[in-house]
């Protein structure tokens, strides 16, 4: 495993992290499913010792996730694999869960969710506080105090990296130079490199104030993997995210599966080898910090870090840019 700077901080976390959406399971917020399938705490816990065991040091949280169950099963987790919990690097995220606040980045509700976040996490800080969208208000009103209101939470010690998620170039535009966070963070996968391929907005951005980029969604939720038959798609229950999505529909399958022989042909047609294809493409890309799969289980956590420290080079990140044209 390889380890990367937070931006310009001393602070380095495995190229290959977890992300912790999944342990949220099925979830609703404002009426609006924002969860996973449930899962299994134990194999959640079997997932993370083999990651542990890979040298991932860094896991991927929010308020939003299961509306606190991932934060508070990441902590048993720990405890219960007897990791203590300030020796990996803990990530969580305000802003999709405003609660009764009349906007979730007003300063009061920013932090009690931190401190709400740090008694499900049993940490006294965390690692990296996310602002988790790039929705400040009309005409961004409440970014200036919630800016305010995280730099005072960093010098209360509370946390130690301020980090910005946002799902559009104008809103990380917009927040960078007030939030001047350290590190970034939304999707980025093969199928949709918007934000990281070098000589777009972010990518010049990310350059610009020296952030890094931390990637969620590196393998787009499975689809890389060709694991969805066209004849037989996949059917989520309510609370998942992902029931209603086009792309795990028959056309958009059908439409991939060429497209991914070509990617079979050269990198391997195990899973293992289209997730290591899929990762380390994204590694490829400069300034991305690391990537944050998910994982339900042990299997799918090994799928994660089998290709670990597999550099892909020009070659391969140009023939896989072609495939999926």
Not at 25 to 45: I, K
Request: with cysteine; hydrophobic share 40%.
């Amino acid at each position: 495993m390889n380890y990367r700077p937070l931006g310009n901080t001393d602070v380095k976390v495995s190229e290959i992290s977890f992300g912790c959406w999944t342990m949220g399971g099925l979830n609703w917020v404002n009426g609006s499913p924002n969860g996973w399938a449930n899962v299994d705490e134990d194999e959640v816990t079997a997932g993370i010792k083999a990651g542990l065991d890979a040298g991932v040091n860094h896991f991927d949280n929010a308020d939003v996730y299961g509306n606190g169950k991932a934060e508070r099963m990441l902590a048993r987790v720990l405890k219960k694999l007897a990791v203590k919990s300030e020796s990996v690097v803990i990530a969580t995220k305000i802003g999709h869960f405003p609660g009764t606040a009349e906007h979730a980045y007003q300063p009061a509700h920013i932090r009690h969710q931190l401190e709400q976040s740090l008694i499900n996490l049993q940490r006294d800080y965390v690692d990296v506080y996310y602002f988790h969208h790039g929705d400040f208000g009309k005409d961004a009103k409440y970014l200036p105090e919630a800016a305010a209101t995280l730099d005072k939470l960093v010098a209360e010690g509370k946390v130690r990296i301020k980090g910005q998620s946002a799902y559009s170039a104008d809103d990380f535009e917009r927040a960078v130079p007030i939030v001047k966070p350290a590190v970034l963070q939304s999707w980025a996968h093969a199928l949709d490199d918007q934000f990281v391929r070098p000589g777009s907005r972010v990518s010049n951005l990310l350059e610009k104030f020296q952030m890094t980029y931390v990637a969620f969604s590196p393998l787009a939720q499975g689809r890389l993997l060709d694991k969805f038959d066209p004849k037989n798609p996949p059917q989520f229950e309510p609370g998942d995210h992902r029931k209603g999505n086009q792309g795990f529909g028959t056309e958009a399958i059908e439409k991939l599966k060429p497209k991914l022989d070509k990617l079979k042909a050269r990198f391997g047609s195990t899973t293992e080898d289209l997730a290591g294809m899929a990762l380390n493409y994204i590694l490829a890309m400069p300034r991305v910090a690391c990537v944050i799969p998910g994982f339900r289980n042990e299997r799918q956590a090994k799928c994660n870090i089998a290709k670990a420290g597999k550099a892909m080079n020009a070659e391969d990140v140009k023939f896989v840019q072609d495939a999926l044209a």
